[in-house]
């Protein structure tokens, strides 16, 4: 079992940055691919972010391609999201997610590949 806990959350304006943090219990963090994903009301859950076990390896949904980095600390069992020029549609609750697989090969996108969940972190950019 992984427990993971996000933070940095908030409310911004337009053009401002922010970085997600989510820290995960367990001895195994730094064998599973880690994701950011965000939830905006009344859409589905979308991937932003994945990181690699070893944090080589990165992949970005479109929409945040160039203004987020995803970046992990093993040592910290930790994994963060930067956060640069917000905008008002990228308001969500942000989720981290592990994919439990031992040092896996692939960053899926599909929420359904993960396995353990945190509750989420608000963000609300306005205009």
């Known amino acids: 079992q992984v427990q993971l806990v996000e933070s940095g959350g908030g409310l911004v304006q337009a053009g401002d940055s922010l970085r997600l943090s989510c820290a995960a219990s367990g001895r195994t963090f730094s064998t599973y691919v880690m994701g950011w994903f965000r939830q905006a009301p009344g859409k589905e859950r979308d991937f932003v972010a994945g990181v690699s076990w070893g944090g080589e390896r990165t992949a970005y949904a479109d929409s945040v391609k160039g203004r987020f980095t995803i970046s992990r600390d093993n040592a910290k069992n930790t994994v963060y999201l930067q956060m640069n020029s917000l905008k008002p549609e990228d308001t969500a609750v942000y989720y981290c997610?592990?994919?439990?697989?031992?040092?896996?090969?692939?960053?899926?996108?599909?929420?359904?590949?993960?396995?353990?969940w945190g509750r989420g972190t608000q963000v609300t950019v306005s205009s």
């Open positions: 997610a592990v994919d439990r697989r031992i040092k896996s090969a692939i960053i899926y996108q599909s929420p359904n590949q993960y396995d353990y």
